[in-house]
């Protein structure tokens, strides 16, 4: 059923300026701004490429759906939340390169975008989160530009990339063509100022960075910290300062439930296949002992008794040297979790090294000494949960469990 519409998520905790709640309101600003000026004006909506080995999307079929539903005389709209608002604009070009860059948000400046939605209206349809979700429901996919079908498009719709071609079962017209005074945009909207009701966090992590079924198969007690890391850095960002405090709190957050992860994975494994057979320092922060011989025991445990967890240095100093106990090797211990390990040699060594996670771990548990800036800070929870890319959490889970990464795309 024509005409067909986009649909689009973002996330709302990866904002720039904030001043605004999300980058949607901010959007909303700059193009009412800028019709009070010139009722012609315009901006562009971008829909950022997760990877750099992303597939290429195909921008013809985005065209053609706007120059077929210009042929019917109907606005072709785009739908953008962040399943708690619900925003619509109305789009009147799709391009792959954006022609006129002052007419989009900073936001975008030196990310890498796939396709532009050129705008000539836009309004928040809902900022309450059971409403957003009732609207999401109407919309569906079922166009010959996929080879599969979506009954209703939900916080949880597996397998698809944004940004999608939809249908709308209410058939909603929300932009008329009225000149000036049938801009929406230009009309009062309460609603965009005043806050409504959200998304449960735990809903926000599955949603935006970890698919449900990952979020599942993560240990009960690093869940919960991974939500209380993401309450912490909301707070510390919704105030008209930035708290600095909260934001290192739940940057380190973030680095413990790291560490504990893989005590849960890469360490567990170790003690079920040796651990009768490798020692340990018998203290709150132990260290692996490459050999007992010629060791008091008294001051050692064999690591199946160890119920300490051992720091993101130890976990590393393994992980760079597979030949480190003489009596095996990590590569005969990790044989049954091929996929795992080649995981962590190739890529989680890299990763510990290249972002300098463990000095920055260590600094932040000692307040008052961190260097680096708030930008930086949120690059680790970036890097970690997976804006802009997979993550180390996604990528640890689904290697450890082998879980074939193709069910589980992020837009």
């Not at 042929?71 to 792959?96: A, F, N, R």
């Not at 409403?131 to 949880?156: C, R, S």
């Not at 600094?363 to 997979?390: F, I, S, T, W, Y």
Request: charged share 25%.
């Amino acid at each position: 059923m024509k005409p067909y519409h986009f649909y689009v998520a973002f996330n709302p905790l990866f904002n720039v300026d904030q001043t605004y709640l999300t980058q949607a309101h901010e959007f909303h600003h700059s193009l009412k701004e800028k019709k009070k000026q010139d009722p012609s004006a315009h901006m562009y909506w971008g829909k950022i490429q997760i990877s750099e080995h992303s597939e290429a999307l195909n921008v013809s079929n985005f065209d053609n759906v706007v120059k077929e539903n210009n042929e019917l005389e109907l606005s072709t709209h785009i739908y953008i939340t962040d399943y708690q608002h619900l925003w619509v604009g109305k789009v009147t070009d799709v391009v792959s390169e954006i022609p006129d860059p002052e007419n989009t948000l900073s936001f975008y400046h030196q990310k890498k975008v796939q396709v532009w939605f050129k705008l000539k209206d836009f309004d928040l349809i809902t900022n309450h989160a059971g409403e957003t979700l009732a609207y999401l429901n109407q919309m569906y996919v079922d166009n010959e530009y996929y080879n599969y079908k979506i009954n209703k498009m939900t916080p949880f719709s597996n397998g698809i990339r944004f940004p999608m071609i939809v249908q709308d079962r209410s058939c909603a017209r929300y932009f008329s063509q009225n000149g000036l005074l049938a801009l929406r945009v230009l009309k009062e909207n309460s609603s965009v100022t005043i806050s409504g009701e959200g998304i449960k966090m735990s809903d926000i992590m599955q949603s935006f960075v970890i698919p449900e079924a990952n979020f599942k198969l993560i240990p009960e007690g690093v869940r919960s910290q991974i939500i209380q890391a993401e309450i912490l850095l909301l707070e510390a960002q919704t105030q008209m300062k930035k708290d600095r405090a909260k934001l290192e709190q739940a940057i380190l957050t973030y680095l413990k439930c790291l560490e504990i992860l893989l005590n849960e994975t890469f360490i567990d494994h170790l003690k079920r296949e040796e651990g009768h057979r490798i020692y340990a320092s018998k203290d709150s922060s132990p260290k692996f002992i490459r050999s007992s011989l010629n060791k008091d025991k008294s001051t050692l445990v064999r690591l199946k008794d160890c119920n300490s967890y051992f720091n993101l240095s130890q976990i590393k100093m393994l992980i760079d040297t597979p030949f480190f106990f003489p009596h095996t090797t990590l590569d005969y211990v990790f044989r049954t979790r091929k996929t795992f390990w080649e995981y962590c040699r190739l890529e989680l060594r890299s990763t510990l090294k290249n972002e300098s996670l463990i000095e920055l771990r260590n600094l932040l548990a000692k307040p008052g000494e961190v260097k680096a800036n708030d930008r930086e800070l949120l690059l680790v929870r970036n890097v970690l949960l997976g804006v802009g890319g997979r993550g180390v959490f996604n990528e640890l889970i689904e290697a450890y469990f082998e879980i074939s990464t193709s069910k589980f795309k992020i837009a």
